[in-house]
């Protein structure tokens, strides 16, 4: 059974950063595109960041690019998102997602219609 547990969030000021951290089990982390989708209250979910398979380029939505860095250890079966320079706009709900197949990650963001989710870690941004 595929299950994503999704940890690390908290509440930060302007300017501080947070790891959050994806503990994946049912599957291999390396085999699945991983991605970090967020969604603030009154606004749409939005894909972060996402990585196909392990070799793949990452891709980062526009306004995170250079603050946020997506990773993973395979030996731990957990994704990551580095985040940095956080901004109050950056307050969200941030989510997990998986899916077997790579093609969900484009160059032009993240395929909302991921197979597997997380429940979510709250952010919140203090300026």
């Known amino acids: 059974q595929v299950q994503l547990v999704e940890s690390g969030g908290s509440s930060v000021q302007s300017g501080g950063s947070l790891r959050l951290s994806c503990a994946a089990s049912?599957?291999?982390?390396?085999?699945?595109?991983i991605a970090w989708f967020r969604q603030a209250p009154g606004k749409e979910r939005e894909g972060v960041s996402c990585?196909?398979?392990?070799?793949?380029?990452?891709y980062y939505a526009p306004s995170v690019k250079g603050r946020f860095t997506i990773s993973r250890d395979n030996s731990k079966n957990m994704a990551y998102l580095q985040m940095n320079n956080l901004k109050p706009e950056d307050t969200a709900v941030y989510y997990c997602?998986?899916?077997?197949?790579?093609?969900?990650?484009?160059?032009?963001?993240?395929?909302?219609?991921?197979?597997?989710w997380g429940k979510g870690t709250l952010v919140t941004v203090s300026s």
């Open positions: 997602a998986a899916d077997p197949n790579p093609f969900v990650v484009t160059t032009r963001g993240c395929t909302p219609g991921m197979d597997y």
């Open positions: 049912g599957f291999a982390v390396d085999r699945f595109a």
């Open positions: 990585i196909g398979y392990s070799d793949g380029v990452p």
